[in-house]
């Protein structure tokens, strides 16, 4: 199997969880990390369930692989996640020493990899990122939409009643 076939197995893998955080009414958004071509961690957002602004698909993945592997530094590993990472958790990602992330769709009001920032690639930090982008993109855009415009009906519906 090639890398782009890898990339696009286990991106699946994380919308599964993307889904997961759906029928929780989370955001939909999903996490998995793989060492050796393994998920070692899955994740999905859990803000709202939580009620805790730091349960963010990635950083929920990245403390299970930590605790995995007994060390915070994540190194051989690829980070799979199905929207753009925000700030934070590219912080995290930097953090972690995580040195390869692969992500679905652009978040282009949030997203600090590509979008409004490059993060992952900024020489001024101790550490980069191979960044690679677009992978299930029209899925993982999809299910975000859907989300959003379910979301919007019900307040719609909700103000009728």
């Known amino acids: 199997m090639d890398v782009f076939e890898k990339d696009r197995t286990f991106m699946r893998a ?63 590993m690829t980070l799979y996640v199905t929207l753009e990472p925000c700030p934070m958790c590219a912080g995290a990602i930097l953090q972690s020493r995580i040195p390869r992330v692969v992500y679905g769709a652009r978040d282009i009001k949030g997203g600090a990899v590509d979008s409004l920032y490059r993060l992952l690639n900024d020489a001024r930090f101790n550490h980069e990122c191979e960044v690679v982008e677009g992978i299930l993109a029209e899925e993982c855009g999809t299910i975000l939409t859907r989300f959003f415009r379910n979301l919007r009906e019900q307040k719609k519906n909700r103000k009728r009643t």
């Open 14 to 76: 994380a919308l599964c969880e993307a889904e997961k955080a759906a029928k929780l009414g989370e955001v939909p958004i999903g996490a998995v990390i793989v060492y050796q071509d393994e998920i070692i961690a899955y994740a999905h957002n859990l803000r709202e369930t939580t009620q805790n602004a730091t349960t963010h698909a990635e950083l929920l993945a990245i403390q299970q692989a930590c605790k995995k592997v007994g060390s915070w530094r994540l190194e051989d």
